[in-house]
């Protein structure tokens, strides 16, 4: 089993940035990949970047420029750093953890930006 505990989220005015972490425990394996998703109220869950054990990444195309995934292997943690957050980026965000065809959800930590 994976566990993955997300921490960072918070309120913050818009033009702000917030930094999320997300650390990973358990059965982990090294070949992997780990990411961010999120979901406002009334929305679908929609990926927000991804990254690959072997550092490479993949963003959505509207948080491009503004959002950075990182990860430290060492730490088993991902990191979200948020830029010039809008208040349509209010959501709850999610944690991914995926290896060998499964993926592993965190509880979500939530992000609000006020206008």
């Known amino acids: 089993q994976v566990q993955l505990v997300e921490s960072g989220g918070g309120l913050v005015q818009a033009g702000g940035s917030l930094r999320l972490s997300c650390a990973a425990s358990?059965?982990?394996?090294?070949?992997?990949?780990m990411g961010w998703y999120r979901q406002a109220p009334g929305k679908q869950r929609e990926l927000v970047a991804t990254?690959?054990?072997?550092?490479?990444?993949a963003y959505a195309d509207s948080m491009k420029g503004r959002f950075t995934i990182s990860r430290d292997n060492a730490k088993n943690t991902v990191y979200l750093q948020m830029n010039s957050l809008k208040p349509e980026d209010t959501a709850v965000y999610y944690c991914t953890l995926r290896a060998l065809g499964y993926t592993y959800w965190g509880q979500g930590t939530q992000v609000t930006v006020s206008s």
């Open positions: 990254i690959t054990s072997y550092g490479s990444t």
């Open positions: 358990g059965s982990i394996f090294s070949v992997n990949t």
